[in-house]
């Protein structure tokens, strides 16, 4: 019922910064929560970040807690990942995923929808 696309990835030094962007189509997102996943090669997808309906509470991983930040724009359907001090073991593609449910979810597995990714690479 929603489509998400993400951007924003890139090739980036350690310490920089990069803004990821979920743009969604299909369905207004500001009722869904929306998070951010990473998948780095030969590993599990894990959680990053996530905001919860009508930009309320957010929540981070603590691998990125201080540094990072989520962030929407119902307005524009669009919900941001800004990411700042960025280091190697950021490197990753970063996915968006989307519920319509109301809470604060950090298991993919709690998401119905999901974006296509968009790389993120960070070099020592």
């Known amino acids: 019922q929603v489509q998400l696309v993400e951007s924003g990835g890139g090739l980036v030094q350690t310490g920089g910064s990069l803004r990821l962007s979920c743009v969604a189509s299909?369905?207004?997102?500001?009722?869904?929560?929306v998070g951010w996943f990473r998948q780095a090669p030969g590993q599990e997808r894990e959680f990053v970040a996530t905001?919860?309906?009508?930009?309320?509470?957010?929540s981070y991983a603590d691998s990125v807690k201080g540094r990072f930040t989520i962030s929407r724009d119902n307005a524009k359907n669009t919900v941001y990942l800004q990411m700042n001090i960025l280091k190697p073991e950021d490197t990753a593609v970063y996915y968006c995923?989307?519920?319509?449910?109301?809470?604060?979810?950090?298991?993919?597995?709690?998401?119905?929808?999901w974006g296509q990714g968009t790389q993120v690479t960070v070099s020592s």
């Open positions: 995923a989307a519920v319509n449910e109301y809470g604060v979810f950090t298991t993919a597995s709690q998401y119905d929808y």
């Open positions: 299909g369905r207004t997102i500001d009722s869904y929560v």
């Open positions: 905001i919860r309906r009508y930009g309320g509470y957010t």
